[in-house]
């Protein structure tokens, strides 16, 4: 079933048109580049001394901060359970979201966030319709806590983008508005159309209430916010939560944009770029692969074996 996900996902790429690959392959070329560039000015005996500086009081805070990013998105997955109107006991929703979303951070979206996904739903016992439904929820509540974050940061000139980069302050603020407005004009259809639905292959699909929307938005943010909490707690009050928060924001799209699994390269040049002014590079790149490590690794690992016993759970049939 996994396969035949990801063969399809094949086949869509596939046909994309010439002009979009070449662009795509361009783009990350020039990040590469621009990441060997970053990396040749690194002082790494610097770096080195920054991580044998983190202590337990550093780390135990960052650890406790990702356990909450992983209990928070994994309410997507409880909301999108909901949604489909698949009563899935609470426990086995979070641990096929939980798997399913250490696997989608470090081996790609297809694979992990939809592949691994239907692989393990469709074992619990819930229909194609009612899957596409929870990924729906789940995808849509990411993005939108994300859209109401970055939005309000933007606009607030929370975080100041590096001059090099050409963008001026007023259009800043108009691309902050414009991600504000998508959150705020989907709570707006769910308070006016709530209710209405339509079938899509034997599928009932219909608009949510405002408390559901507003659900999905406030435990995204806060997923959001937990994941910048992880930095801020390890640079030591080197920069200011908000923009710590902003970069980070700023990495996942990009992070997106270039579609390099894990983001591995992205999120540490968006940061050296943005906070490399103000904060000493061996303490920032010490920050980064300690986040890496604790953000990505260690879950992927638990993750990892988390599939398997999911696996063994689905083959005796258990709820």
């Given at each position: 079933?996994?396969g035949?996900?990801?063969?399809?996902a094949?086949?869509?790429?596939?046909?994309?048109?010439?002009?979009?690959?070449a662009?795509?392959?361009?783009f990350?070329a020039?990040v590469?580049?621009?990441?060997?560039?970053?990396?040749?000015?690194?002082d790494?005996?610097?770096?080195?001394?920054?991580?044998r500086?983190?202590?337990?009081r550093?780390?135990?805070p960052?650890?406790?901060?990702?356990?909450?990013s992983?209990?928070?998105?994994?309410q997507?997955d409880?909301?999108?359970?909901?949604?489909?109107?698949?009563?899935?006991?609470?426990?086995?929703?979070m641990?096929?979201?939980?798997v399913?979303?250490?696997?989608?951070?470090?081996?790609?979206?297809?694979?992990?966030?939809?592949?691994?996904?239907y692989?393990?739903y469709?074992?619990?016992?819930?229909?194609?319709?009612?899957i596409?439904?929870?990924?729906v929820v789940?995808?849509s509540?990411?993005w939108?806590?994300?859209?109401?974050?970055?939005?309000?940061?933007l606009v607030?000139?929370?975080?100041?983008?590096?001059?090099?980069?050409?963008v001026?302050?007023?259009?800043?603020?108009?691309?902050?508005?414009?991600?504000?407005?998508v959150?705020?004009?989907?709570?707006a259809?769910?308070?006016?159309w709530?209710?209405r639905?339509?079938?899509?292959r034997?599928?009932?699909?219909?608009?949510?209430?405002v408390g559901?929307a507003?659900?999905?938005i406030?435990l995204?943010?806060?997923h959001?916010?937990?994941?910048?909490?992880?930095l801020?707690?390890?640079?030591?009050?080197?920069a200011?939560y908000?923009?710590?928060?902003?970069?980070?924001?700023a990495?996942g799209?990009a992070?997106?944009?270039?579609?390099?699994?894990?983001?591995?390269g992205?999120?540490?040049?968006v940061f050296?770029?943005?906070?490399?002014?103000?904060v000493?590079?061996?303490?920032l790149?010490?920050?980064?692969?300690a986040?890496r490590?604790?953000?990505?690794l260690?879950p992927?690992?638990?993750?990892?074996?988390?599939y398997?016993v999911?696996?063994?759970?689905?083959?005796r049939?258990g709820?």
């Amino acid at each position: 079933m996994m396969g035949a996900t990801t063969f399809s996902a094949i086949r869509q790429h596939a046909h994309w048109p010439a002009w979009r690959r070449a662009i795509g392959i361009l783009f990350i070329a020039a990040v590469l580049a621009l990441i060997a560039r970053k990396l040749g000015t690194i002082d790494w005996d610097a770096v080195l001394a920054a991580l044998r500086g983190f202590n337990a009081r550093t780390l135990a805070p960052a650890a406790a901060f990702v356990a909450l990013s992983g209990l928070l998105y994994s309410q997507f997955d409880r909301l999108g359970c909901h949604y489909a109107g698949h009563p899935l006991p609470a426990r086995r929703v979070m641990a096929i979201s939980y798997v399913s979303y250490t696997l989608s951070l470090n081996l790609g979206a297809t694979l992990g966030g939809a592949g691994v996904r239907y692989r393990l739903y469709t074992r619990a016992g819930l229909t194609l319709p009612q899957i596409w439904s929870l990924f729906v929820v789940v995808v849509s509540s990411n993005w939108l806590g994300y859209a109401l974050l970055a939005g309000g940061i933007l606009v607030a000139q929370l975080v100041v983008l590096p001059p090099e980069w050409g963008v001026p302050a007023a259009l800043t603020r108009v691309l902050g508005a414009l991600m504000l407005a998508v959150p705020a004009a989907y709570l707006a259809a769910c308070a006016t159309w709530h209710g209405r639905h339509r079938t899509v292959r034997d599928h009932d699909i219909y608009v949510p209430s405002v408390g559901f929307a507003a659900l999905q938005i406030l435990l995204s943010a806060a997923h959001w916010m937990a994941m910048a909490a992880i930095l801020f707690s390890l640079l030591h009050t080197h920069a200011g939560y908000f923009t710590v928060l902003g970069v980070l924001l700023a990495s996942g799209l990009a992070g997106v944009v270039v579609r390099i699994p894990g983001g591995l390269g992205v999120i540490e040049t968006v940061f050296l770029t943005m906070l490399g002014g103000q904060v000493p590079h061996g303490l920032l790149l010490a920050a980064l692969i300690a986040y890496r490590a604790m953000y990505y690794l260690i879950p992927l690992m638990i993750g990892a074996i988390g599939y398997f016993v999911l696996e063994a759970h689905g083959k005796r049939g258990g709820g």
